[in-house]
Each structure stands twice: as C-alpha cells, then as structure tokens.
C-alpha cells in the first residue's frame, strides 16, 4: 500500500526549507542574503518572516549580528527525539544481549 501524500501550502514549505537550510549553521548562523538565495526568495520573504518566526523561539537572530540560526525551541524538540532514540536503543541492546546468550 502505498503512503498518500499531501501538498503543503506554500509558506509550509519554505519554513519546513528554512529549517532545512539553517541546520549545520548553529554557531555563526547565516545572513538574510545567504538566506535569500538558499530559498531562492525575496529578501523581503527574508526580513518578514524570520522576526515573524523569532517570536515562536524556532529561530532566533544570533546576538550582536544581523545573522539567523535555529532557535531554543527547535533544538529542545531535536535534544528530546534524540534522548529517547538513544533510551530505545539502550533498551534494544538490552534486549538482543539477553537473546543472544547460548542455551
């Protein structure tokens, strides 16, 4: 059975690419140009909707620069996947090295 896809509206879909582009930029973050272009959109898109987006914590401006990096929240949701990914794997290993002992 295949799985059903369903088309984003457009400003999903260029925040979803926005997150995207960020990612691996945590320290220095990226300039509004960099931005720009990475989206292939207006700085105007740029300079509206990341303030916009800053005020729900999933990106923020990088202190003292003109520069853009994910937020707190989008790392603390990454931090909690990645906990419990790790606890599942823990419990996994568990399981197979008690599976794996010979009669």
Same mark, same amino acid.
């Given at each position: 059975?295949?799985?059903?896809?369903?088309?984003?509206?457009?400003?999903?879909?260029?925040?979803?690419?926005?997150?995207?582009? *960020? &990612?691996?930029?945590?320290?220095?973050?990226?300039?509004? @140009?960099?931005?720009?272009?990475? #989206? =292939? /959109?207006?700085?105007?898109?740029?300079?509206?909707?990341?303030?916009? *987006? &800053?005020?729900?914590?999933?990106?923020?401006?990088?202190? @003292?620069?003109?520069?853009?990096? #994910? =937020? /707190?929240?989008?790392?603390?949701?990454?931090?909690?996947?990645?906990?419990?990914?790790?606890?599942?794997?823990?419990?996994?290993?568990?399981?197979?090295?008690?599976?794996?002992?010979?009669?």
């Amino acid at each position: 059975m295949s799985e059903k896809t369903y088309p984003l509206a457009g400003p999903i879909r260029k925040t979803c690419e926005l997150f995207r582009l *960020l &990612a691996g930029h945590e320290v220095l973050g990226l300039a509004p @140009g960099e931005i720009a272009k990475g #989206l =292939g /959109v207006a700085p105007s898109w740029v300079s509206q909707n990341l303030p916009a *987006l &800053a005020t729900t914590g999933y990106v923020e401006q990088v202190a @003292g620069t003109n520069r853009w990096r #994910l =937020g /707190v929240q989008f790392v603390r949701i990454a931090t909690t996947v990645a906990t419990n990914l790790n606890a599942a794997k823990r419990q996994l290993d568990d399981i197979s090295a008690r599976y794996s002992v010979p009669l």
